[in-house]
């Protein structure tokens, strides 16, 4: 079993409607900037707690920014009972490498600046990876 799906094989599944359900990590804030149509925001962090949502999933990918933190929610979901029967993958190279498109809040990105997202300021957000603005 791979534990990766390329950004082309995800963007054909969702062309063709197959039931994936994609599922990105990132704060909600990075996540309102700009996420994978229909994708659904799970926090790494809350992960864990909310598990069990995804226990009628056949197939969930994982995304992050670089596709290094999707892997380890993965290997998270894998091992969850509830979803043991489901196809697990990881977005190969994250949101990076997603070339399909985004859908944004309409607010604009200037209003979704929270302190998690001053690390060019100096600050290091705990769980950078996954805050990353894309």
């Known amino acids: 079993m791979s ?15 197959e039931p994936v359900r994609v599922v990105d990590i990132r704060s909600p804030a990075a996540f309102e900037r700009g996420h994978i149509p229909d994708s659904e925001n799970v926090p790494f962090g809350e992960l864990p707690q909310r598990v069990e949502q995804f226990a009628d999933a056949e197939h969930i990918v994982t995304v992050c920014p670089h596709g290094k933190a999707s892997l380890q929610a993965l290997q998270l ?11 697990v993958e990881s977005l190969d190279g994250g949101l990076e490498a997603w070339d399909g498109p985004l859908d944004a809040a309409e607010h604009g990105a200037a209003a979704d600046r929270t302190s998690d997202d ?4 100096g600050a290091v957000p705990s769980g950078s990876e996954t805050d990353a603005p894309f």
């Open 77 to 87: 979901l894998r091992s969850a009972e509830p979803v043991d029967d489901a196809r």
């Open 118 to 121: 001053n690390a060019a300021d």
């Open 3 to 17: 534990d990766e799906i390329t950004p082309e094989e995800l963007a054909g599944l969702l062309d063709e409607e």
